[in-house]
Each structure stands twice: as C-alpha cells, then as structure tokens.
C-alpha cells in the first residue's frame, strides 16, 4: 500500500462519517515533540509504533501530525479531481468537498485510480509540511502491523 493511501484513509477520505475519530489513536500521547534526524521525523513514529494494529498506528501519526495528514488530504484529492482523474465521476461529491457513498461512481474511479496515491505520496515527500507524517508512518513502521 503507498504512504499516501494508509494516512489519506486515516485522516478519512470517504464517506466516513466522522473522518479522524478522537479515540483512534489508542492510547497514544497527543503533543510530542519532533526530532528530524536525516530528515525523519522519529519522536512520533516512536511513540506510535507502540500501536498495535495498522489502523491505530496510522491514526496515531495523524494525530501526531494533523497538518501532514491535512495536506496530504488536500494533494490526494487535487489529483484524483483533475479531468483525468477522477474529475467527473467525483464533481459533485469529493471534488465539491462533499462526501461520497461506497460503491458509487466516484468511490469506483477512487480505487482503480492508482496513479493518484503514488502522485500524492510523492507530493509530499517534497512537502515540509507533509513530510513529517510520511516519516511518522515508516518510523513507526504502520503497514507491517496487523489490520483489525
């Protein structure tokens, strides 16, 4: 799965309706400090490779790192609205910051866009603001945990 695709879902790119649940995080402190050692931001993915499971471990970075996941949100969905994209499929839902239901048109074209996610994950790997989550979720090393 790409960076971009684990924190996107965990910050709610969906038809979820509350997009980052405040009991999420599991247990995980909510203000740390953030140390880059070679640019990897690792007090956060410290603190939230405690996490279990895949799901709790992301929302722990998203919680760690709201503007990260914010902005990845926001790179994610200037992609997946452009025309080639998902653009029409998505203009009255995602791309009017509506939420759209699963197995729509749009939720279709979301999850056979692939292109998107590694576009966004890119993105924000060159992203100051962004880069911090990305780090947060390698760190913590959230995709080799377990899924609920």
Same mark, same amino acid.
């Given at each position: ?14 038809? =979820? ?19 880059? $050692?070679?640019? /990897?931001?690792?007090?956060?993915? /410290? ?6 499971? /895949? ?6 970075? /998203? ?7 914010? =902005? ?20 009255? $839902? &995602?791309?009017?910051?509506? #939420? ?6 749009? #939720? !279709? ?8 996610? !590694? ?9 100051? $603001?962004? =880069? ?5 979720? &390698? ?10």
């Amino acid at each position: 799965m790409f960076v971009a695709v684990a924190i996107v879902v965990a910050v709610g790119c969906s038809s =979820k309706d509350d997009p980052a649940p405040a009991d999420a995080d599991a247990g995980a402190s909510s203000t740390s400090s953030s140390s880059s $050692t070679g640019g /990897v931001s690792s007090d956060s993915g /410290v603190a939230c490779s405690a996490n279990e499971d /895949v799901e709790s471990c992301q929302q722990c970075c /998203v919680d760690q790192n709201p503007e990260a996941g914010t =902005k990845l949100k926001a790179l994610l969905v200037a992609c997946l609205c452009k025309a080639e994209g998902c653009g029409e499929a998505c203009k009255d $839902t &995602l791309c009017a910051g509506s #939420d759209y239901a699963d197995g729509s048109p749009c #939720d !279709e074209c979301i999850r056979e866009n692939s292109a998107c996610p !590694e576009q966004a994950d890119v993105d924000c790997r060159n992203d100051a $603001t962004c =880069k911090p989550g990305i780090d947060c979720l &390698l760190v913590a090393a959230c995709s080799d945990k377990p899924e609920l």
